[in-house]
C-alpha cells in the first residue's frame, strides 16, 4: 500500500475516499530536529522499525456531537492548516535531509463504516494506515481516517510518524482537533512548529548542546567497565517484548510516590534500576530516561518531535533498602533529564573523540521510557491494603508482543497507559538476557512495588531471575520402597537462543510422534557400576550433578513464544534422582534387571520440553551400593553420539569424580554457529537437495492393498548372518559396514528393475568437524543417497557407487530444514510428504574397532547361520512419516534389521520378505560378486518388494 499527498492507493480504489483540503503558510527549508536525526540515522543505518514507531491515535466523536464526515473533513483540513508540522516534508538535499513546510494541498481521508461505537473498526483502521512504512519525500506525516456509524463519524483515526512529532506533541494535536470537532475554530495561536525547533537547535541552543555534551563525557568515567553476561546466541528478532498489565503497580507506584514525594516515574525506575543491579552485581550503572524536553519557555506546546535520551549514573553502592534506593534515583533521574536536550551528532564526536564506540557504549546499560499521559494537577494517594494489592497482583496478565531486530540497549523499559492499570514493557536483547528472565523479572518488579508500598523493602536478592523447573509429577513417581534424590546444580549461565537445525528437523518428528509411541523418540541408557568402585547414592548424586553442570545441553529446555521455538538453559536447578533398592540381592546381583525395568519405565512418558529437563535419571542399589545407573534422554536434545558421551563422562565423574578435559560444545554453542558461520555450508546443501531429489525414480509409488489397522508394523529380524557376511564383503571390497548395507538395502529395493535412480535417505551425524566430536547437541540429519542403477551394474559395482552416494550425502547432511522446506515448496513439493515413498535407512550401531577379523567364516557356516534368523513382528503403529524405514541395530553376535512398513505399500509378508532378501544378498556376496538384479537363490520363500 503506498500513500502520497494527491495519489490515491490501489487499495483504495473501490473504498470512499474523501479529501481535506488546507491553507497555511509555507517557509524555507530547515535541518532536522535534534530528535528527528536521530531517528533519521537509525532509519538510514538498520532500516525502518515503522510498526513500532508510528503513533496510533484515536479521537472518539459521541453520537450528540452529529458530526457528519463533511464536518470531519473540514476539521481535519483546519487542523493541517494550522500545524505546520504536519504539511512538513523531508527530503535530502546535497546530501542531507532537510524539512520543508507545504502552504497548502489536500489530505486523503479514509471512510471505514462500523458498527455500534465504531470503536473496532478504529482500531483495525489504525493498524492498517501504521502497517506501512512512511515515505517522508512523498507523503504527508500523518495519515487520516474517519469511521462512519449510521452516516455518523463516531471515530477519527490519526497515524504520526514518530520522526515528525512526539507523543506530547500527539496530545496537543489530538485537543486541537477535538476543539475543532466541536467548535469549527480555534482562536489561540499554534506553538512552536518543527521548522521554527530545529532553527532554534542550530543557533540559539548550540551551548546549551555543549554543555550538556560535557556532562555526558564526564558523568560516562564514573561508570565501570562490566562485561554483559553470555546469555547465548539469542533469537531473531534479537529482543523480545514481555508485557505485563498490571493495576497492582499503578495503585502501588501511586502510595510510594505520595509517601516519598517523587513521581510515580522515579518509582518505577527505581524498580527497574534495583532489580537489575541485584541480578547483574554491578552497583552502579547508567540509566537513560527518555526526556520530553518541553522544559524550555515556549515548548509547552511544541508540534514537533522534541523527545529525547537523558543520561544519569545511578550509583547503588552498599545496596540500599528501597527508600534510599528512591532518593538516589530521583536526584539521577532529574539530573538525567535536565542534559537530555542535546546536538546527537555533537555527542557522537565527542565520544568517538575520547576513543568510545558509541554504537556499543550504552548497551551493558537500561533505557527508560514512561510514555503515560500527564493526568493535569495533583491527585490525590490512592487508598488499598497489602491484600487489596496482592489480589490485584495475582489477576495481572502477562503476554509478548513484537520484538524488535535491534537497540543500544541490552534492557529497555517502557510504561504507558491501560485501561484500569500500568502496561510494562520489558524489551530483553536475548544475547544477553535468557529469555525465561523476561516474565519473572516484571513479576519480581511487581512484587516489589507491592511490598515497598508498606513496608521498607531491603535491597533485592540476587537470586536467578528465572525459577528452576519443576518436572512433572508422572515422569518421577516414588513407590514405597523408593525415594528421590535430587543432583543440585549450579554455576552455569541462564541463555537463549534458537534450536539447532538438528532439533528443527527433530522436533517435526516429536509432534509426529504425539501418540502412545512418542517413547521411541527417548534414548535409554545404562551405566553399570562395579562393586568394587564402592559407590554410595551421595558419590552417584553428585556425579549425575557435576554431569549436568559440564553440559549445558542436559540443563535446557525448549518452550515456544507466539509459535517460535526457543531454547533456554538455566544456570542452576536441580535434577530429581529416583533411588531404586533392589529387594533381593540373590535374584538380582548386580541390579541389572531392575535397571533394565526402570529405563523402560523412565522412556515411557513423553518428554514436557518446556517444564522439565531433558534427561531423567536414576540409581539401582544393591545392598546399599549404587550398581547401576539409568539415563533417560529426549532425542530432541541429544542424538546418539552425544548420549554416549554423556555416559563416557558419567562413567568417569562416577570413578574419579572429575573429567579432565573441558566439555565439548553444546546445543546452544552450535546454534550459534549455524546462524552465522555454518549457513554457506547449508546453502550448498540445501541446494544439492535440490538438484538431485528429482531424480530418483525407485520407490514406494503406488499402493498395492487397503493396509492393515493399525497402518504401520514394525517387524524385525535378528541376524548373525547379516553380523558376519557385512563385515566379510566389506574387508574384501575396502569399504565401510555401513555402505555393505546401504548397496544391499537399494539393490533389493531395485531389484524389480522398476527405475534407473535410487534414492535411500540415511541419518548422519555430522561430527565431520574436529570440534563437533564432543559436542553435546542434536546434530544429526538425513542425508539422500543418490545411487544411479541406469546401466544395472554387479554387486561389487553398486558397492563402489554406495560409497560415492553415502559420502556425497554425508557432505549435504547439515542443512537448515526450513530452508530445505521452502527449497521444496518453490519447486511445488511438500517436504514432509515428499519423502514418504523412499526407504530410510538408518544405521544406529555403536562403532567398533576396525581390526576386528572377519576370518574363521566359510561359506556353509554362514549359510547355516542365516537359517538361525529370527523374525518377529514387534508393534503396531497409527502414524509414522515413511513407507519403509529400515533401521540396523546391534544385537549379541547378531545384527537387528528392524523395518517399519506402511502396509498399504508394503504388506507384512513382503516386509519380511524384505528382510530376508538383504539378509540372502549379503551371504551371497560375501564370497563372489553377484549380478544384476541382485536376486540369490538362497532364502525362505517370500516375494521380494519392488
Known sequence: MRFADAVVPAEWASE????????????????????????????????????????????????????????????????????????????????????????????????????????????????????????????????????????????????????????????????????????????????????????????????RSARTVAYWLREFDRLPAAPLPDGGPGLTPRLR?????????????????????????????????????ARSGREVCGAFPMAHNRFPAGYANAVANLGQIGFCVLDLTGRPAFPEVLSRVWQASLN????????????????????????????????????????????AAPEATRGELRAAAARSAFSWTAGLSRSSWHLLTHVVDTPGGVGLTLSADTRHVALDAVEVFLRELEELLVEAAFAEVPWPSPAPAAPPPVPPPAVLPAAADEELAYAEFTGGRDATGPLTWGQRAMWRAVEVFESPRHSVLNLRRILAVSRRADVDVARAVRAVAALVRRHESLRTRVRSVDGELYQSATGA??????????????ADPDGRAAASALAARLGDPRFDHAAEWPMRAAVVTVDDRVRQVVLVFSHSTVDFHAAETVLRDLRMLVLRGSVPTPAGPQSLDIAEREGDGERRRGDRAVAYWTRHFPDLTVGLFDPVGPGLTPRYRRGSLVSPAVHHAARLVAARHGVSNATVLLA?????????????????????NNRFQPEYDGAISKLNQIGLCRIDLADRPAFAELLTRARTASLDAYRHAYYDPRELERAFAARGLDYHTALAPFCYLNDIRLPHDAGADPAGWDEATLRAAAERSAFRWVEELEAFSWRCRLQVLDAPGAVELSVTVDTRYLPPQRAEAFLRAVEALLVEAAFRDVPWPWSPPAGPPGECPG
Do not use: K
Open 241 to 277: 517484548r514481555g508485557v505485563l498489565v498490571s493495576s497492582a503497580v499503578d495503585v502501588a507506584s501511586r502510595m510510594i510516590a505520595a509517601r516519598h514525594r517523587v513521581s510515580t516515574s522515579a518509582v518505577l525506575l527505581a524498580g527497574v534500576g534495583a532489580l537489575a543491579a
Open 336 to 379: 538525567g533529564l535536565r542534559h537530555a536536550y542535546y546536538d546527537p551528532a555533537a555527542l557522537r564526536a565527542a565520544f568517538a573523540a575520547s576513543g568510545r564506540d558509541y554504537d556499543s557504549a550504552f548497551l551493558p546499560h537500561y533505557y527508560f521510557n514512561d510514555v503515560r499521559l500527564p493526568v493535569g494537577g495533583p491527585v
Open 16 to 207: 470512499t475516499l474523501l479529501h481535506a483540503p488546507f491553507r497555511g503558510v509555507g517557509s524555507p527549508p530547515a535541518p532536522l530536529t535534534w530528535a528527528q536525526q536521530v531517528t533519521w540515522r537509525a532509519d538510514a543505518r538498520y532500516g525502518s522499525n515503522h510498526r513500532f514507531l508510528s503513533l496510533r491515535r484515536v479521537v472518539p466523536v459521541s453520537a450528540r456531537a452529529g458530526a457528519d464526515p463533511d464536518r470531519a473533513v473540514r476539521a481535519l483540513g483546519a487542523l493541517m492548516g494550522r500545524h505546520a508540522s504536519l504539511r512538513t516534508r523531508v527530503r535530502v538535499v546535497d546530501g542531507e535531509p532537510r524539512q520543508q513546510e507545504a502552504a497548502t494541498g489536500h489530505l486523503p481521508v479514509l471512510v471505514v463504516p462500523g458498527v455500534d461505537d465504531g470503536a473496532a473498526a478504529a482500531r483495525a483502521a489504525a493498524d492498517r494506515l501504521a502497517d506501512v512504512a512512511f515515505d517522508h519525500a512523498a507523503e504527508w506525516p500523518v495519515r487520516a481516517a474517519v469511521v462512519t456509524v449510521d452516516d455518523r463519524v463516531r471515530q477519527v483515526v490519526l497515524v504520526f510518524s514518530h520522526s515528525t512529532v512526539d507523543a506530547h506533541a500527539a496530545e496537543v494535536v489530538l485537543r486541537d482537533l477535538r476543539l475543532l470537532l466541536l467548535r469549527g475554530r480555534l482562536d489561540t495561536p499554534p506553538g512552536p512548529q518543527s521548522a521554527d525547533v530545529a532553527r532554534l537547535q542550530h543557533t540559539a541552543d548550540v551551548r
Open 744 to 764: 544391499a538395502t537399494a539393490a533389493v529395493l531395485a531389484a524389480d528393475g522398476g527405475g534407473d535412480v535410487c534414492g535411500v535417505f540415511t541419518m548422519v
Open 573 to 586: 536447578g536441580r535434577l530429581p534422582v529416583l533411588v531404586y533398592p533392589v529387594a533381593s540381592a540373590a
